[in-house]
């Protein structure tokens, strides 16, 4: 991080000297946020923290949902490989980060282990919101760490003006990646529309620079990091006024490699069947939405191309809100969410992880805002009641210092009734500046899999054990955030204090493996220690005019510290230090974007052994519109640094380096 000191002085000088030229311009640019399909009028209540439109997402798409939205502030990506990756939101990861689409759970299985996938692509999505505090528990208490929402268009919001079409072919060096996708979206008939998307994406292995990974093997790839996936959408609407309701079903296939398990693949489906409706009504109430599915996921492990394990999760959701007129004040949201998960994970070479378990939960909860002296208050609670029922337990024999058996035992169920609630108070300090104060505690019930979960997990090449004996996860968290806007400039600056009781993760037992069929695994056991976190985010952005370009610098800093109170030590996989300088040049149909991303040297987590080093990856993109169409080259880390992400699980991160130098070029149409 030396380099980052002085260009971040030479940044910050560069904001402070455009700051009088931007506030002689009266048009005002600044980051679109909106909020699609939760909208309470005038205004949306369930405001998300960051918003990426259909532009940015397009620029920065990858083949995950984790590594496209990895750098902005305070958001990285676990990183199991280039196939597997999800969104890691201030050093929280798994089920604390609730991944929706159209606000709706996915119900696939990637917060349960680091090497599943998150079934949605992030092709057929027209944005994506991120969101903290009272909004996110409209989505759970288990969502700490925040909600990440995908928005596609299966189900028309609005009616559309004409037929529309558009593709998007792509070609990445990194991987020899070939991805198209395609929508289509038309009327049928007095207000009925229809919509269709579709998408195919096939991959090498990745190249990176040299690199020794943990079986003393030096190469250029990452072993097995091969991919293919395809997935069609279709969704018909009645859009009448502000009123819509549609159905939806889509599909999604993928086969992918699993790094450091060479022979090991994953076969990953996912089918489900969707329907939303938003009516306006008379009375105290005025609008209710109504979301519900029910979704088909299995994926099998493939050993050799023979089956090891296969997951079936069967789950159903319904989602009630009503938004009620103002009263006293007062105006906001009820609502009750009820979702039911059937997981059932059947023996093929190897034993199962865990037993079949059924998890259903009802949660009702309440969003309300009002103006309060000054400023904006915002209060929001939910209370669940979960439960987790599994048909037997597993135990194992003689596990020090080495196990080699697992046992079966009774049947078991838990209960917990988690409560949350959340309070956000903005209040403005001068005209264009404001000042968010966040206090909330959320209640966390323990997963079917940190519960039930004991076995080895082939694909991630763990021993993971679990505990039935877990109670609920406790937190409390401050978050400050100043914002200033003048004119074409933006400064956000956020600073944050969490503490945990009970929090649950996945640490590594040092000096303890398990043993069969002639392999040892590292052995990780869900548990629940004390633990704390603090950090700090920065954004700085501003835009001004030079001859026939518009001049845009953006600087993003994130701090993060995460530590176990219980046994005085770091917790595992947190993300470093990072400062990210970037450059927009625009004239006419050109942008032509620089960045340059520098992560700090990781702070080695509890009894991890394999420290991510600091590095610096520089990224460029150009872009040309014509006639609808827009052409763009992306060139990602031109220095070909090699670069280990500290979020990826320490028994994995020395086989996944990050890719090293490639280009990318694609083509996105409009017609």
């Given at each position: 991080m030396r380099v980052g000191i002085p260009l971040a002085i030479c940044m910050a000088l560069l904001f402070t000297s455009a700051l009088p030229v931007a506030a002689q311009e009266k048009a005002i640019s600044l980051e679109t946020v909106v909020v699609i399909g939760e909208r309470i009028e005038p205004e949306a209540i369930a405001k998300p923290l960051n918003v990426m439109d259909p532009d940015e997402l397009a620029r920065r798409q990858a083949t995950t949902l984790g590594e496209t939205l990895r750098g902005l502030p305070g958001v990285s990506a676990t990183g199991f490989g280039p196939n597997a990756s999800r969104p890691v939101i201030r050093g929280q990861d798994g089920d604390r980060i609730k991944i929706l689409q159209n606000s709706s759970p996915t119900n696939d299985l990637s917060g349960m282990s680091f090497d599943h996938a998150v079934a949605v692509s992030p092709y057929a999505l027209e944005q994506v919101e991120i969101l903290r505090g009272?909004?996110?528990?409209?989505?759970?208490?288990?969502?700490?760490?925040?909600?990440?929402?995908?928005?596609?268009?299966?189900?028309?919001?609005?009616?559309?003006?004409?037929?529309?079409?558009?593709?998007?072919?792509?070609?990445?060096?990194?991987?020899?990646?070939?991805?198209?996708?395609?929508?289509?979206?038309?009327?049928?008939?007095?207000?009925?529309?229809?919509?269709?998307?579709?998408?195919?994406?096939?991959?090498?292995?990745?190249?990176?620079?040299?690199?020794?990974?943990?079986?003393?093997?030096?190469?250029?790839?990452?072993?097995?990091?091969?991919?293919?996936?395809?997935?069609?959408?279709?969704?018909?609407?009645?859009?009448?006024?502000?009123?819509?309701?549609?159905?939806?079903?889509?599909?999604?296939?993928?086969?992918?490699?699993?790094?450091?398990?060479?022979?090991?693949?994953?076969?990953?489906?996912?089918?489900?069947?969707?329907?939303?409706?938003?009516?306006?009504?008379?009375?105290?109430?005025?609008?209710?939405?109504?979301?519900?599915?029910?979704?088909?996921?299995?994926?099998?492990?493939?050993?050799?191309?023979?089956?090891?394990?296969?997951?079936?999760?069967?789950?159903?959701?319904?989602?009630?809100?009503?938004?009620?007129?103002?009263?006293?004040?007062?105006?906001?949201?009820?609502?009750?969410?009820?979702?039911?998960?059937?997981?059932?994970?059947?023996?093929?070479?190897?034993?199962?992880?865990?037993?079949?378990?059924?998890?259903?939960?009802?949660?009702?909860?309440?969003?309300?805002?009002?103006?309060?002296?000054?400023?904006?208050?915002?209060?929001?609670?939910?209370?669940?009641?979960?439960?987790?029922?599994?048909?037997?337990?597993?135990?194992?024999?003689?596990?020090?210092?080495?196990?080699?058996?697992?046992?079966?035992?009774?049947?078991?169920?838990?209960?917990?009734?988690?409560?949350?609630?959340s309070v956000e108070y903005s209040v403005p300090l001068a005209t264009r500046s404001s000042l968010s104060t966040s206090l909330s505690h959320v209640q966390r019930a323990p997963s079917n899999y940190e519960l039930f979960a004991t076995g080895v997990h082939g694909a991630s090449g763990l021993f993971e054990v679990g505990n039935a004996n877990l109670n609920r996860e406790k937190g409390n968290h401050l978050d400050l955030t100043l914002t200033h806007l003048e004119d074409?400039?933006?400064?956000?600056?956020?600073?944050?204090?969490?503490?945990?009781?009970?929090?649950?993760?996945?640490?590594?037992?040092?000096?303890?493996?398990?043993?069969?069929?002639?392999?040892t695994y590292p052995v990780y056991d869900s548990s629940g220690v004390a633990a704390k976190f603090y950090g700090a985010e920065l954004e700085l952005s501003t835009s001004l005019k030079q001859a026939a370009w518009t001049i845009s610098p953006r600087l993003t800093y994130d701090y993060l510290i995460g530590k176990d109170v219980s046994n005085d030590a770091y917790i595992p996989r947190q993300t470093p230090q990072r400062l990210t300088p970037s450059l927009d040049l625009r004239s006419g149909p050109w942008l032509v974007r620089g960045e340059v991303q520098m992560v700090g040297k990781a702070k080695l987590g509890e009894n991890e052994t394999v420290q991510a080093g600091s590095y610096s990856l520089v990224n460029v993109l150009a872009e040309h519109q014509h006639r609808g169409i827009t052409y763009f080259i992306k060139g990602t880390n031109l220095t070909n640094q090699l670069a280990f992400n500290a979020n990826t699980v320490d028994a994995v991160r020395q086989y996944v380096p990050l890719a090293g130098r490639a280009a990318m070029v694609g083509m996105r149409a409009f017609f």
């Open positions: 009272p909004s996110a528990l409209l989505y759970g208490g288990s969502a700490a760490g925040g909600v990440v929402n995908m928005v596609n268009r299966r189900i028309l919001r609005s009616r559309l003006d004409e037929a529309s079409r558009s593709v998007d072919v792509r070609v990445d060096g990194a991987n020899d990646n070939r991805q198209g996708a395609f929508e289509l979206e038309s009327q049928v008939g007095d207000d009925w529309f229809l919509h269709l998307d579709g998408f195919a994406q096939k991959s090498g292995e990745t190249r990176t620079p040299l690199f020794t990974d943990g079986d003393s093997i030096t190469g250029r790839r990452i072993r097995n990091s091969a991919a293919e996936s395809n997935g069609v959408g279709l969704g018909l609407s009645k859009v009448r006024g502000a009123n819509y309701w549609g159905f939806s079903i889509e599909s999604d296939q993928s086969n992918y490699g699993v790094p450091k398990e060479t022979s090991t693949r994953i076969d990953m489906s996912r089918q489900r069947l969707s329907f939303a409706a938003n009516q306006a009504l008379d009375g105290l109430f005025d609008l209710i939405r109504v979301r519900a599915g029910v979704t088909d996921y299995q994926h099998k492990e493939l050993s050799d191309s023979v089956t090891s394990s296969t997951f079936k999760n069967q789950a159903n959701d319904i989602r009630l809100e009503l938004s009620h007129r103002p009263v006293g004040g007062w105006k906001g949201l009820v609502g009750l969410q009820w979702e039911y998960s059937d997981l059932n994970v059947l023996p093929g070479t190897e034993d199962p992880l865990m037993p079949r378990t059924r998890s259903p939960k009802l949660g009702l909860f309440a969003l309300e805002e009002a103006s309060i002296g000054p400023g904006r208050l915002r209060v929001g609670g939910r209370i669940e009641q979960a439960q987790v029922e599994a048909e037997r337990t597993f135990s194992v024999v003689n596990f020090t210092p080495v196990g080699s058996t697992t046992t079966d035992g009774a049947a078991r169920t838990r209960s917990f009734n988690p409560l949350s609630a074409k400039s933006r400064l956000k600056a956020s600073v944050f204090y969490s503490s945990y009781s009970n929090y649950i993760t996945l640490i590594r037992r040092a000096g303890i493996t398990f043993a069969q069929d002639g392999e």
